[in-house]
């Protein structure tokens, strides 16, 4: 008798970050284990020339991976280019297929964002950092406090992430007049991670978040 054929199930979609920076493979790396999302990929492009090439490498790592979805994340000052440099690179980045994930002037200011919306543009990292301090005293804009004192990071921003979403829009809407581009395209993204990966499963860290478990 033949065994009867499987129906084969539809592939699981995938998605791929690559990163500018330590910071932002170690933060988004954080935020795969937290909520544990297995289908998602990322990988930190210690070395490239520009942005342009950052783009062509992300479109080959989205190829050789075969990944649904390919997002390239940077900051602007930690690649020394202006909003118009961003700009004129997006069609190529369209063309190849690879999302553009910034922030303006770096990823700090996403994590400012769960807690406030500056009220004019902020182009100094170190004004953005020393905000955070008020928050989180030895927050340091680099790998080794998100090694350290900030392994936690992403899950103590977590439950502000709704607040994030909207002071993001707001300061965007600051921002956008000024420049001709946004300072954070942060939403776009996690909004794609949310369709690819689904809801976050944080209930193995329900301790450290603080939920309390309802008995019965």
Known sequence: MMARKRISQKPRETILLVTATEAEALYFSQMRKDCRYSNMTVVW??????????????ARMRTSGSYTSA???FGLADLSITSADVKKEMEYAERRKVNLGWNNPSLPL???LHM???RSFVSDPSVIE???KHQFPTFKNDASFLLGDGM???????SAKSKAAVNASTYNQISEPALGLGATNMIALLNDIT???????L????KQLGMKRKNG
Do not use: K, M
């Not at 369709?195 to 499963?201: N, Q, S, T």
């Open 110 to 112: 996403w994590y400012l």
């Open 116 to 118: 406030q919306a500056p």
């Open 203 to 206: 209930s193995h860290n329900q």
């Open 45 to 58: 492009q210690e070395t490239f020339n520009d942005l342009h090439q950052l783009i062509s490498i992300t």
């Open 195 to 201: 369709e690819i990966c689904g809801l976050a499963d």
């Open 71 to 73: 997002w390239l994340v």
């Open 130 to 132: 020393g905000a955070l």
């Open 152 to 158: 936690d990071f992403h899950l103590r921003l977590y």
